[in-house]
């Protein structure tokens, strides 16, 4: 599904990554992992092309994701990659229906399909009862929810989540593990996620770790691989 090759990133003389080369097969929950300051979200940026990498191979089903630039590759980013930012990111002034329901409405898609999907995420997330309130009137394990509800809103082929559970207790961090499998076993949902938590990574299908910028060891894979 997601093939990176040979993916080299440096900022001004530090190399931060190094000749990565990975594949993310559908519906795979995979960890990157590695001590502060080894390049996970580095990483993760450039996989879900929020960063260019100086060199390398990345592909998404096939499409050469370099080779995008400007709008195009802002559309297939809304259309296909869904991504969890580590605070949420949420819009202080909308609404939780809103904040989910914003990259569908920037697709142009007709807003009363947007918003009926929208709802249905949050009643998946047990969230319903949340839909009118702001991100300051939740709590950190609602806003994080909310942010998963909005990465998924288009569909994406993949998401990608920054220390999904770093700003988490371990009540609501338990709670988004169990989502987060929900969503692979029910819907075949592909998730990527940079973590410092170890009860996390070792959930997730497969673990990635990363020291100094280059992937030294990969675990084990037990299910079936899909492209």
Same mark, same amino acid.
Do not use: W
């Given at each position: 599904?997601? =093939?990176?090759?040979?993916?080299?990133?440096?900022?001004?003389?530090?190399?931060?990554?190094?000749?990565?080369?990975?594949?993310?097969?559908?519906?795979? =929950? =995979?960890?990157?992992?590695?001590?502060?300051?080894?390049?996970?979200?580095?990483?993760?940026?450039?996989?879900? *092309?929020? &960063?260019?990498?100086?060199?390398?191979?990345?592909?998404?089903?096939?499409?050469? #994701?370099?080779?995008?630039?400007?709008?195009?590759?802002?559309?297939?980013?809304?259309?296909?990659?869904?991504?969890? !930012?580590?605070?949420?990111?949420?819009?202080?002034? !909308? *609404? *939780? #229906?809103?904040?989910?329901?914003?990259?569908?409405?920037?697709?142009?898609?007709?807003?009363?399909? =947007? &918003?009926? @999907?929208?709802?249905?995420?949050?009643?998946?997330?047990?969230?319903?009862?949340?839909?009118?309130?702001?991100?300051?009137?939740?709590?950190?394990? &609602?806003?994080?929810?909310?942010?998963?509800?909005? $990465?998924?809103?288009?569909?994406?082929?993949?998401?990608?989540?920054? &220390?999904?559970?770093?700003?988490?207790?371990?009540?609501? $961090?338990?709670?988004?593990?169990?989502?987060? !499998?929900?969503? @692979?076993?029910?819907?075949?949902?592909?998730?990527?996620?940079? *973590?410092?938590?170890?009860?996390?990574?070792?959930?997730?299908? @497969?673990?990635?770790?990363?020291?100094?910028?280059? #992937?030294?060891?990969?675990?084990?894979?037990?299910?079936?691989?899909?492209?």
């Amino acid at each position: 599904m997601l =093939v990176a090759q040979g993916i080299n990133k440096h900022y001004g003389n530090l190399r931060a990554l190094q000749d990565i080369d990975l594949t993310v097969y559908k519906s795979e =929950v =995979v960890a990157i992992t590695g001590a502060s300051g080894a390049g996970k979200s580095t990483l993760l940026h450039v996989l879900a *092309t929020l &960063e260019r990498p100086d060199g390398g191979l990345l592909q998404l089903d096939g499409v050469d #994701l370099l080779a995008l630039h400007g709008k195009k590759l802002a559309s297939f980013r809304n259309h296909s990659i869904g991504f969890v !930012f580590q605070l949420y990111n949420l819009l202080p002034e !909308f *609404t *939780t #229906l809103e904040n989910v329901c914003m990259p569908g409405y920037i697709r142009g898609d007709v807003k009363n399909e =947007v &918003e009926n @999907r929208g709802r249905s995420l949050l009643a998946l997330l047990n969230l319903s009862d949340r839909s009118q309130h702001k991100p300051a009137e939740l709590s950190g394990g &609602e806003q994080q929810r909310v942010a998963v509800a909005r $990465a998924l809103i288009n569909s994406p082929k993949i998401v990608f989540a920054d &220390e999904p559970s770093g700003s988490l207790d371990s009540r609501n $961090a338990a709670a988004l593990y169990a989502l987060l !499998f929900k969503l @692979r076993d029910e819907t075949g949902q592909t998730f990527v996620l940079a *973590t410092h938590d170890q009860a996390l990574a070792d959930m997730t299908d @497969r673990q990635l770790l990363i020291q100094d910028g280059k #992937l030294v060891s990969e675990s084990t894979f037990a299910r079936e691989k899909v492209l």
